[in-house]
Structure formats: C-alpha cells, structure tokens
C-alpha cells in the first residue's frame, strides 16, 4: 500500500526556535492536510492545503505556523517560534477526492 | 461545528470475543471515517464510510447517515487488535473532527 512519508521521527528543541517538519505524500493525492495529537488527547485538524494554497485553517493555525509545497514533492509545515505548548505528534495527511486519507507516521515534536 | 461522540471510551476483551464501537454525530455528514492508532502511534484508516455497510476480514462498518451514528464491529478479536479506534467526521469541505477514541485492550 502506498505510504505517506514524514521526517524526522522525533524533533527536539529550545522554546523559541523555529521547527520545519516534513512530508511527502503519496504520489497522486492532491489534497494535504497537517494534523496534531497532544499526548493523550484526540486527534486535532490544523490545516489543508489544495492547489497550492490553504484551503482551511483551525484556530491553533496561527501567524507562527505556515505551510508549503516548495518543489512539488515535499510538503512542509513550519513553526516560526516554538512554544511548550506546541509538543505533540504531528502527522501529515493526503487523500485523493471521496477517498479516506492517508496518515503519515508523525514526528514526535518535544519543545524543551 | 461538528460533534463526535464516541462509546465506551474504554474496552477490556478477551481473545476471541467480539465487540462493537459506536460512533455518534451531531449533523449531517458526507464524509464518515474510521481509523486505529495501534501501540506505536501509527494511524490506520480502516473504512471510508459516508453510508452503508463495509466489511474488511474480521472488522465491519455500518453508518446511518440519517440517524447519525456509525458502528465498527470487531469479530474474534485478537491482542493485535488492542490501541485506540478513532471515528472522524466532515460536515463539509475536508476538514475531519475526531471523536475522543476507544482505547481497546485485547487480552491473551
């Protein structure tokens, strides 16, 4: 089965800095997604991406994260100034249209 | 926005004992998914399920749009099994809510 892919595996860093977390989807889907899971918690949606643009944020989507798709293959999200509160699990998503989507194996952010 | 509900938010099964995870919606939906979390962390999509019936070796899915609810059915449950089962909902455009889980644990 084709797979999404993420990386890295596990990121650790300093309260401040800014954190870039990478994806590439599976190689015919056209919509992305970012999804978050505080440890124990539920899986929360963060943002889509379709066509190059965003199609729809959540409210923790704010002006410290963005996303792109810098080459066509990879899609990325950035978090320009990392707070505690942003350690979870983030995984990428992609589906195609009316399809179930694909989950990444996450990135384990931990903010020291 | 949407709610999603779903119960028991806990489950202890004996190996080979069958179960049934219900999911519940607050609207309307067109887009009704089901995933497992297994021990690792990894999320596996098990149905696409707007409506109907799905059925997928010893896991089967039925939603009825109209009453607002999904059910995942496990037969012969096996300790491979255990993790947390997640439904997930559109009301539309693409974004899923997810419901709080099932945390499953299947015993030898």
């Given at each position: 089965?084709?797979?999404?892919?993420?990386?890295?595996?596990?990121?650790?860093?300093?309260?401040?800095?800014?954190?870039?977390?990478?994806?590439?989807?599976?190689?015919?889907h056209l919509y992305f997604y970012w999804y978050r899971q505080i440890l124990g918690q539920k899986v929360e949606f963060l943002v889509s991406f379709y066509n190059n643009e965003i199609s729809e944020k959540s409210e923790i989507f704010d002006d410290q994260f963005s996303v792109e798709r810098p080459d066509g293959s990879n899609f990325t999200l950035k978090i320009r100034s990392t707070k505690l509160e942003d350690s979870a699990m983030y995984f990428c998503a992609t589906h195609t249209d009316h399809e179930k989507l694909f989950f990444g194996s996450g990135t384990q952010l931990s903010v020291l | 926005g949407i709610q999603v509900e779903q119960s028991p938010p806990d489950l202890i099964l004996q190996e080979g004992a069958n179960s049934t995870l219900r999911c519940n919606f607050s609207d309307s939906v067109n887009n009704l998914q089901w995933f497992h979390q297994n021990p690792w962390g990894q999320l596996i999509n098990l149905f696409y399920i707007p409506s109907g019936t799905k059925q997928n070796g010893r896991l089967s899915a039925t939603t009825v749009a109209t009453e607002r609810y999904s059910l995942l059915y496990i037969s012969s449950s096996q300790t491979t099994d255990s993790g947390v089962y997640f439904c997930a909902a559109v009301l539309g455009g693409n974004k899923l809510v997810f419901g709080a889980g099932t945390i499953l644990r299947v015993k030898s």
């Open positions: 089965e084709p797979e999404v892919t993420q990386t890295p595996s596990h990121q650790v860093t300093q309260m401040g800095q800014e954190v870039i977390l990478r994806c590439v989807p599976i190689s015919n | -």
